[in-house]
């Protein structure tokens, strides 16, 4: 198996929304904000190309920006262009191509990219894999979480229900090697996606397994517990999850997949007796 980082899409957030209960006093020390307090982000994707020729899609991205309203994309600061289609163009890997699609949760610049302006799917061919309980949650109507799925991204859900297969937490490895295994936090319903032992593009000889974590690690600078995106629906459950991950993130080596970080792609960890956690390599990817 081989993975290559895309980038789907650029845009910003509200740094303090990014760091949560974190003051802005410690966190632009190591990100700086624009005038308007927005931080630089990306929303990552990666290749998946499987030993049996099949090929994947980690993550879809925010998709193509004219799907969002003028306010919204100025809210956003998202680049006029859905980059993705570019991204895999230059793979020379069509849309028909993609065989499936893994999304860590179904927020909107994750799944914003499965179907096109005019309500086709974006990937013909492809069938979509989230854990069961983020489609519960999509298809919940709960009105508290009209924030996080809103009316587009259950239209999407709702056309596409033929080709979206959730992932049972009894029977996680989906794929051969590839596992959708419980992140809660971020969502309820969040995936990370493990991958037992992959090639990664433009690290040659090297075979690693990989954790993308979602949202519960957006970033190179989200190793400590207490940095957390204020976006996340249950807080504690992402603190435990990383209480749970990352000692073994660090001791096993495994290359940590970031969702939004604007430079880096993945790293790989160390534990760190002041600093809880921190970068021992950084994968800034090959583009
Ligand atoms: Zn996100």
């Not at 969502?187 to 090297?206: N, R």
């Amino acid at each position: 198996m081989k993975l290559t980082p895309l980038t789907a899409n650029t845009f910003a957030s509200d740094g303090g929304a990014m760091f949560g209960l974190v003051p802005k006093g410690i966190w632009h020390r190591f990100c700086t904000a624009n005038d308007q307090n927005l931080i630089p982000q990306r929303a990552n994707a990666w290749l998946i190309e499987c030993d049996d020729g099949k090929k994947g899609l980690l993550e879809t991205g925010c998709g193509d920006p004219d799907w969002f309203s003028d306010r919204e994309r100025t809210h956003h600061q998202l680049e006029e262009t859905w980059l993705l289609p570019q991204s895999l163009e230059k793979l020379g890997v069509s849309f028909e191509a993609i065989d499936f699609i893994i999304l860590s949760h179904a927020h909107w610049d994750h799944a914003g990219g499965l179907m096109d302006n005019d309500g086709n799917p974006t990937f013909p061919n492809a069938e979509i894999f989230l854990r069961e309980d983020e489609v519960n949650c999509v298809q919940s109507d709960d009105p508290l979480l009209f924030k996080s799925y809103p009316p587009k991204i259950q239209e999407t859900f709702e056309k596409l229900a033929d080709r979206i297969f959730p992932v049972p937490d009894e029977e996680p490895e989906f794929l051969p090697g590839i596992y959708l295994l419980p992140a809660q936090g971020h969502t309820e319903g969040q995936a990370g996606i493990f991958f037992t032992e992959t090639e990664i593009s433009g690290l040659e000889g090297v075979k690693t397994s990989a954790l993308f974590t979602g949202d519960n690690c957006p970033t190179q600078h989200h190793l400590r517990m207490v940095l957390q995106t204020a976006y996340d629906t249950y807080p504690l459950k992402t603190r435990a999850w990383k209480r749970e991950w990352f000692p073994r993130i660090a001791k096993d080596g495994v290359l940590l997949l970031f969702t939004h970080d604007p430079e880096a792609y993945g790293a790989w960890i160390d534990a760190d007796e002041k600093k809880e956690y921190v970068i021992k390599e950084i994968y800034t990817g090959n583009e």
